[in-house]
Structures are given as C-alpha cells and as structure tokens.
C-alpha cells in the first residue's frame, strides 16, 4: 500500500457538498484549516467540528497568507476566486464542475446539457487557474443520462458523482499519484452567467414536441407539466404561439413530455415577443 501524507487545506462553497467533502477529508485525517462560506447550515457544520469559519466578503485572503498550507478547494462556488489566492496553496488550488470539461464549461451546466438532448454527462475535479474552468483534468466521471432526466435529477447525480470521485482524489493528492490531464481546448464549450434560453424560456408550439420538453427539463426542476405545470423562473408561466397560424381546431395538442395525455388549451391571452 502506498504511504500517505496528511494535507492541509481550505474549503470555499456554499452547499451540501462541500460539508460532504470536508467530512471525507477529516475522516482520512487531513486537516481543514477553514472554511470560507456565508451559508448558515455549513457555519454551523464548521462550528461543530471547531473549524475556522471566514466570509466571503471579508479580506480571508489575508488568513490564508498567514501560514503555508497545501489545498485550496472550491467546491459549488459560483464566482471567480482572485488570481492571488490561486498561488497561495503550495500545491494546487482544486475545483469542482459540475460538467464534463473541457465541454459545459460555466454557470448551469446540467441545464444547458438537458436543453440541448446529451445523452451522457460527466463531472470534472480540475486544476483552477485564471481562465475559468480551463485547468488541467484531475478527476473525471462520465454517465448515461435518463430519458426522463430533470435538472433536479441530474444536479443530485450531479454532486453524488462528485462525492464518490472526491474519495479517490483524495487518496490520489496524499499518496503523490495524481495524473493530470490537459484539456483540449479546442472541444470546449462556455456557458456565461448571463445567458438564457429564447424567448425568456416561453415555450412554443411551432418547434418539435421534444424541443418543448427539453426547455421544460431546463427550467423546472419539477418537469411534469401534469403534476406542477410549467413554472417558468425566468419570466411567465407561459406558452409562445403564433397565433395568426391558429384556428379553433388547433386548441388541443398532443405535448410528448406529458407521455401519451393530451393538453387542453382553455384559456390564451395575446403577448409581444
């Protein structure tokens, strides 16, 4: 069995699993310096195992400049993490993405790999450098996608895959095995935090059936239109039609998302797009 060195580290996120995580790590007996987070449930968890505890807003940059450490990991944090805090650890700084770089590269991966009908996924634990998500691949999981697949379902999958090949990285990091991977750059492909679907994610009846679903699978998490509807987040709870093509005959339409059932159109009402 290959010998092990305990690492010292620092956590920054925002959710479950960076608790996860942490909890993986003191388990193999590493140490966690602190954690930067502003949520109240990972402040509590910190305070309970006697972890130092940093918001995000303060200058914790000046903390982590106080003695050496090994790890940075940035696990679901969603902003840009300063260059100068990149070259602090004395080994890497490690982040989690919850997309199969170097392709969904940015914000609401899942989302946009629903909207546009991937059949398989993947997650990635990688380097973080300047350019966003661009890093050498140190950890990577691919997996088929469900027919039925939601953005609920396939975050859960998401951060399960995660967890489980966090496990091996860390074992990986403390016996000096890791093998990075460069990423070729020429498959990638970003998704900025400002980018939204058409038509403020309103569905339309001109484009196929599946194209509907797929919108519908993005944005609500929930996606069964005959169980929650369709709660649009993004703008209305709406439905985009042309209506100088419609007649009365064109109220009823069969919508494959909800399986063979037929959607009655009772009500419209006339929008600009």
């Not at 088929?144 to 697949?149: G, H, Q, S, T, Y």
Request: aromatic share 12%.
């Amino acid at each position: 069995m290959a010998s092990e060195d305990k690492f010292s580290c620092y956590l920054i996120g925002v959710n479950r699993l960076l608790q996860e995580c942490g909890d993986a790590l003191l388990k193999k007996g590493h140490e966690i310096r602190g954690v930067i987070t502003a949520s109240d449930a990972l402040l509590d968890w910190a305070d309970d195992r006697d972890i130092p505890t940093f918001d995000p807003k303060s200058d914790y940059q000046s903390e982590l400049a106080s003695e050496p450490f090994d790890y940075f990991f940035s696990i679901t944090w969603f902003s840009i993490i300063p260059e100068p805090i990149l070259a602090m650890p004395q080994k890497m700084a490690i982040n989690f993405h919850d997309g199969p770089l170097p392709r969904y590269a940015g914000l609401n991966a899942p989302a946009w790999a629903l909207m546009h009908g991937e059949k398989n996924y993947g997650i990635t634990w990688h380097v973080m450098t300047a350019g966003v998500d661009t890093g050498d691949i140190l950890k990577q999981e691919h997996f088929a996608l469900d027919a039925r697949e939601t953005s609920l379902s396939l975050n859960a999958t998401c951060f399960e895959k995660a967890l489980a090949s966090f496990d091996v990285l860390i074992d990986e990091l403390s016996q000096s095995r890791l093998v990075r991977q460069v990423q070729d750059q020429g498959e990638r492909s970003y998704f900025g935090k400002h980018l939204r679907p058409s038509a403020a994610g309103a569905l339309d009846w001109n484009q196929p059936a599946i194209g509907n679903q797929r919108r519908i699978e993005h944005i609500n998490p929930f996606s069964s239109l005959s169980l929650h509807g369709f709660e649009n987040g993004l703008a209305f709870n709406g439905i985009q039609v042309s209506f100088y093509r419609m007649n009365i005959q064109d109220f009823i339409f069969q919508f494959c998302c909800c399986g063979s059932r037929w959607i009655t159109i009772r009500h419209f009402e006339f929008a600009n797009f």
